[in-house]
């Protein structure tokens, strides 16, 4: 009985094999029970669903489990029955139980009850085990195998761009550095500076913010391309919606002008919903549940207008708003709560940065719909960013989504060697780091563009969760990198 293979309980609970033997294999959930049998909610993460055990007491003596609590691990082996009671099809009838670990109940902090989210992030190597993270985990993978799927069909090519780089991307200044260098005692130059020639890449070397430099050489090449990685950024953001360490996907595409840009964009973020929708129906259905719940506790006006799964389904049936910059400040400016003053940074003019609560107004309030920003002035963005005409405004473009504001940040690239090399001098950008960079522009330049998807972002829009520390396993901020 013991070599039986095992069966997930995904494939179980959608099986009709009544009166075969299976073996199942998992955590407890639950266990409760009387003296003459005993019910143990099992679960493998292969589903948000449990499987139930009957332990029937003339079979399998009281004294077999007693060791059995919340969190332990056990082998099941046994008759596969029709469900007497509602939800599921199957259970197991018990024939064989093996502990595999005890879990002592006096000391597992995860007691089948609800807990916060805040305690849970403090228990992240266990955390896995609820049913929030786990679907979460699910659904997160899901998304993962979509992004390739959708840029592989496309004929797109994968490109790693490296992790370790001597250049700051997004000219912001924000990163960490990579040294082997003795902080106690490092090489010094005449000068007292740190001589970093003596490091261990013969440089300053850093974390990288962003692939996109590098993806933009090989779709010189290569055509259309994108890179799916880990990204670092130094900021010190205590915010729910940003990451020390986050997972970026950024497609470069030659011949792609900013329209184009914008259409691929759309079209990438409505496929992946639809695929989290088409395959990932029961974790779905629990956030949902799960999000409506929680919304019971707001006040009437935190209240989201739509649940989870009509938000969804909304964003994909409806054309994204795309507008300029400029719109968007006149929009902006002459918005009610910008008039009473409620707008913690008040739009005085054109020229400033947009706000967080600018991009949900804009999206929530205004349109109700996704929103595209475009053509934003040149001082606020990055020196890659082509210039238009009015040699005031840049080729940008922001995907603004309800809830988490910014997703995508994109743009058409500056192809024009000269005023590329102007812009970077005029903001400072080292020319001698990003050589390379700017030879592409005298080899064979051609129009081209790009955006970077922030993945966390993404994966929050899609579970409907609040902080973007519950979205990724072993979240990275200011002051936390436990685990
Ligand atoms: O707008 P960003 O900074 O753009 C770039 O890095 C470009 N190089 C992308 C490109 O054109 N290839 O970042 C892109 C996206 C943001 O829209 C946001 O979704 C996400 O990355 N992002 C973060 N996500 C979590 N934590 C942070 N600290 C983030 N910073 C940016
Ligand atoms: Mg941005």
């Keep these: 009985m013991k070599d039986l293979k095992r069966t997930k309980i995904v494939n179980l609970i959608h099986s009709e094999d009544y009166g075969k033997v299976a073996n199942v294999k998992g955590w407890v959930r639950t266990k409760r029970g009387s003296k003459n049998v005993s019910f143990i909610a099992l679960n493998d993460g292969s589903t948000i669903h449990n499987i139930q055990i009957v332990v029937d007491h003339q079979i399998i003596q009281e004294d077999a489990i007693q060791n059995v609590h919340s969190g332990a691990s056990l082998s099941v082996t046994g008759e596969i029955i029709k469900s007497q009671g509602s939800g599921q099809n199957v259970e197991i009838n018990a024939q064989n139980i093996e502990v595999l670990g005890e879990a002592d109940p006096d000391e597992y902090p995860l007691q089948p009850k609800k807990h916060s989210l805040e305690f849970l992030r403090e228990k992240a190597h266990l ?217 913690q940074f008040p739009i005085e003019g054109w020229g400033t940065d947009l706000q967080s609560e600018h991009e949900r107004y804009l999206v929530e309030k205004h349109f109700k719909r996704p929103v595209i920003v475009t053509d934003y002035p040149k001082e606020i963005k990055a020196f890659y960013m082509k210039l238009n005409e009015d040699n005031k405004t840049v080729r940008a473009l922001d995907v603004l989504f309800p809830q988490i504001g910014e997703i995508i940040g994109g743009s058409q690239r500056e192809e024009n060697y000269d005023l590329l090399l102007k812009r970077m001098q005029e903001m400072n950008v080292p020319q001698q780091e990003l050589w390379w960079y700017l030879e592409t522009r005298k080899f064979g330049t051609v129009p081209h563009s790009g955006y970077g998807l922030g993945f966390e972002r993404l994966v929050q829009f899609i579970t409907g969760m609040g902080n973007i520390r519950d979205v990724i396993p072993f979240p990275r901020t200011p002051q936390n990198a436990e685990f």
């Design 127 to 343: 955390r896995f085990r609820t049913n929030t993270f786990s679907a979460i985990s699910r659904v997160r993978h899901a998304l993962i195998f979509a992004i390739h799927k959708f840029f592989n069909d496309k004929g797109f090519y994968n490109i790693h761009t490296p992790i370790v780089t001597g250049s700051d991307a997004e000219g912001a200044g924000e990163m960490f550095r990579v040294s082997t260098l003795d902080p106690k005692n490092p090489p010094l130059n005449e000068d007292g500076s740190i001589n970093y020639k003596e490091d261990f890449f013969g440089k300053e070397t850093n974390l990288t913010v962003s692939g996109q430099l590098e993806a933009e050489l090989a779709a010189l090449a290569l055509s259309e391309v994108y890179t799916f990685g880990p990204t670092f950024r130094a900021e010190n953001s205590n915010t729910s919606r940003h990451l020390a360490e986050f997972w970026m996907i950024e497609p470069e595409m030659a011949f792609y002008d900013i329209h184009d840009n914008m259409d691929l964009a759309e079209e990438m973020l409505k496929y992946v919903i639809q695929y989290a929708l088409d395959n990932c129906k029961d974790d779905l259905t629990f956030l949902n549940k799960r999000l409506l719940d929680e919304e019971k506790n707001k006040k009437q006006e935190e209240r989201s207008e739509m649940e989870l799964l009509e938000k969804l389904k909304f964003v994909i049936d409806n054309q994204f708003e795309r507008i300029t910059y400029s719109n968007a400040i006149d929009i902006l400016k002459n918005s009610k709560p910008n008039k009473k003053k409620k707008f």
